[in-house]
């Protein structure tokens, strides 16, 4: 009887020193008939050891007359060994009615022509015989003399389960793909008797793949990588097989990650459906020439089991993210277009990017003149704001699609920026996209990574995708603030400003103005305030219609009625030029309506005023007197620019001291909560309420007064002008 012990301590990598022990003995003492056997349930036995009892392992190799012997022992008796149930297990009752330890019990007891367990005071173990086979003939050196053996009961060995069996259930199961992954490189180093395992799938666009998930191989949480089509298969072969890599250390392909796990020879086979290379599945061991044939044949055996399955995970996951996608991009273009603002539309791109795409973004806009600046940064971890801005600043990103760092050290040291958090920062891969909207560069969007995170190709498409909708928003606030910079510059070209308003003696007057369109202050209604010759002279007008069009009437009525009234023309006269020059340059049928007056003092400061007046079309005024009554001044004559043959005449009306006139447009009278409309008596009620307020309060008691009534309601410009008499 030949035997061999040795010790091993509680690590990852015990079951792969094991095995090598249990190989060499077996060569040692030419047994190969049941090998692979032998090492298959060494390698299960102490991965159990190993995982539930945590101690000193102890094997033992023994070769007897007739069989081998192996006995796994450790220092932990108090533990139970786990229980033994059927090899093929429905993963959902896994642990409740099944098997609640790993396949070596379950492999024990099928392949193994005896097994047992054993106790004592200072260790427990697990031993297990594999038999030789003998020949059928039986011994072919007898005689006939010699006397027969006895007859003993034929025991025929138990036939060797399939090593795939147990993934069945998995592979049916319907699992999520990172589920199923993990499940199956498990499996697959435990079939063939690895040290590691891997399975690397092709890419969306199959121009790369991508190593999902492996065991053995990294000793913190796994993350996945991906490389080349060359740089995953270790060789090329004529027809889409296993492959065995006898050295990795003279294999260009795997002296990456492989050789840095100390792994020297590997074995794979590749994944397919419908004759379609998808994945590949690799098993590696840190011994030479660790695999043969007969691992290559099984491992392609459980490929061929494995590809289908996979590839509907790996479908169904696609699907997944491109409905992901979709969702994200149609909630970004949402949040995109609810805002006009530049500075506003970077700060959203950069909290979108952040939140699905990268660890953080940048935004740089370009001004007209062609000039590049930092508008936005964000990071997910606030704390490395302010040196990402420093970095951003200091080096403007080139433009980059495709993902890998940004800068370079050197770039770095002489910008003074080699500190650990800047190279950290520079060191992950990222991606720069112009943002580019009818052939004009308006900035960039810039995206980075953690170092030890990586780009999908998925991920490129989604950022340039994110960057068309951010160019759009950009370009849309762009134009907005142009239209509303252009607004704001003709308004003022159609109103008086404040400053220039005149101070009439014994008259305190204020005006108000809101568009009906909150976006532009462009606008059909107008007032004006203006002296002239001892006169002070007052307009409030409204043109037909809202916008640009109205505007330009607006602008001829008011330029037209200051030139007119500095010539000293009477007020019916001057709205005789005045529909007549709306006629001559009125090419799109906009009518205006307009009260216009002239006042003069009666005699000295306080003791009233002359007011000479016409009312084309417009609104009557009211005059409010002491107290509190409220009557129409003047009376309607035909509106401006609908009929040549008109006349017009000047009516004279007196205000005494304490009187107060308010002339207002159609917004404000025609101003309508559902299907009320406030109407002239609505205004006259809400005007007598006025009494003893100044000019200024009038206009801020009607217009809470009017939100009162119909909230956010205005849907027309308006104007409104108060004179009260002191």
């Keep these: 009887m030949k035997v061999s012990h040795r010790e091993f301590s509680p690590a990852p990598e015990t079951a792969g020193e094991a095995r090598v022990f249990v190989r060499e003995k077996l060569q040692d003492w030419g047994i190969e008939h049941s090998s692979d056997d032998i090492i298959l349930l060494v390698s299960e036995l102490v991965t159990n050891a190993v995982v539930h009892a945590e101690s000193t392992l102890e094997l033992t190799v023994r070769r007897l007359p007739d069989a081998v012997e192996v006995v796994v022992a450790d220092r932990t008796p108090e533990r139970a060994v786990p229980r033994v149930g059927p090899l093929t297990v429905d993963a959902s009752t896994q642990g409740e009615n099944g098997r609640d330890g790993g396949l070596g019990l379950a492999l024990a007891a099928a392949i193994a022509s005896s097994w047992g367990v054993s106790y004592s005071k200072e260790d427990k173990a697990v031993w297990f015989r594999v038999e030789d ?137 590749p994944l397919i459906v419908e004759g379609r290379i998808t994945g590949l599945i690799g098993v590696a061991s840190r011994r030479i020439r660790h695999f043969g044939n ?57 909290q979108l990017a952040t939140s699905r795409l990268g660890s953080w973004c940048a935004v740089h806009t370009t001004t007209e003149l062609g000039v590049s600046k930092l508008t936005h940064t964000m990071h997910r971890n606030e704390n490395y704001n ?13 433009e980059q699609r495709e993902p890998r760092p940004l800068w370079s050290r050197g770039q770095l040291i002489t910008a003074g920026l080699n500190d650990e958090l800047p190279l950290e920062l520079a060191e992950g891969p990222a991606i720069s996209i112009p943002l580019v909207a009818h052939g004009q560069t308006l900035g960039r969007l810039s995206l ?104 330009a009437v607006t602008g001829l009525a008011r330029h037209t009625l200051r030139a007119l009234a500095r010539e000293g023309f009477s007020p019916a006269h001057i709205m005789d030029r005045l529909n007549l020059a709306i006629l001559d340059e009125n090419t799109s049928t906009r009518f205006l309506t307009m009260l216009y007056g ?61 009187d107060v006139l308010l002339a207002v447009t159609d917004g404000v009278t025609e101003r309508r909560s559902g299907d009320d409309m406030l109407g002239d008596e609505g205004l006259q009620r809400i005007f007598s309420g006025c009494s003893g307020l100044t000019a200024q309060a009038v206009i801020s008691r009607i217009d809470r007064d009017l939100e009162e009534f119909a909230p956010g309601g205005h849907t027309d410009d308006t104007a409104m002008l108060v004179l009260r008499l002191l």
């Design 598 to 658: 002239e006042m003069s003092p009666i005699g000295k400061p306080g003791e009233g005023m002359r007011i000479r007046l016409v009312s084309a079309g417009h609104p009557l005024p009211l005059r409010l007197n002491r107290v509190g009554e409220v009557t129409t001044v003047g009376t309607s004559q035909p509106l401006l620019g609908a009929f040549e043959d008109v006349g017009f005449y000047t009516e004279t009306v007196e205000a005494t001291p304490g």
């Design 448 to 551: 980075g990574k953690d170092p030890d995170d990586e780009f999908t190709r998925e991920d490129v498409d989604v950022a340039d995708d994110l960057a068309h909708r951010v160019s759009s928003a950009m370009e849309n606030a762009r134009l907005y603030a142009g239209q509303t910079s252009m607004s704001e510059a003709l308004q003022r070209s159609l109103l008086p400003a404040k400053e220039k308003e005149p101070n009439i003696p014994g008259v305190d007057h204020a005006v108000f103005y809101r568009s009906a369109d909150e976006r532009t202050v462009v606008g059909g209604d107008f007032y004006d305030v203006f002296a002239t010759d001892g006169r002070w002279c007052f307009a409030i007008g409204d043109v037909c219609g809202t916008g640009p069009a109205a505007a």
């Design 133 to 269: 086979e003998k020949p059928e003939n039986g011994d072919t050196t007898r005689t006939a003399l010699s006397p027969p053996d006895p007859v003993r009961p034929h025991r025929r060995r138990p036939a060797r389960p399939n090593p795939w069996a147990s993934l069945d259930a998995a592979l049916s199961a319907r699992l999520p793909l990172p589920e199923l992954l993990d499940r199956t490189v498990e499996y697959a180093r435990s079939a063939l008797g690895g040290d590691a395992a891997y399975i690397a799938l092709a890419t969306t666009d199959e121009t790369e793949w991508e190593v999902r998930t492996a065991t053995g191989l990294s000793s913190g949480p796994w993350r996945p990588f991906r490389s080349r089509t060359e740089e995953t298969f270790p060789s090329a072969a004529p027809e889409p097989g296993p492959v065995i890599n006898d050295d990795l250390m003279i294999a260009r392909a795997h002296r990456g990650r492989l050789a840095k796990a100390g792994m020297r020879s590997l074995v794979t086979a």
């Design 294 to 350: 007969t691992a290559a044949r099984r491992l392609q055996e459980g490929a061929d089991r494995m590809a289908l399955p996979m590839e509907r995970a790996r479908l169904a996951e696609v699907e997944l993210a491109r409905r992901a996608s979709l969702s994200f991009l149609a909630e970004a273009s949402d949040l995109l277009t609810g805002t006009l603002d530049e500075q506003m539309t970077a700060a959203l791109a950069a």
């Design 386 to 398: 302010d040196i990402l801005q420093t970095l951003l600043a200091a080096l403007p990103p080139p």
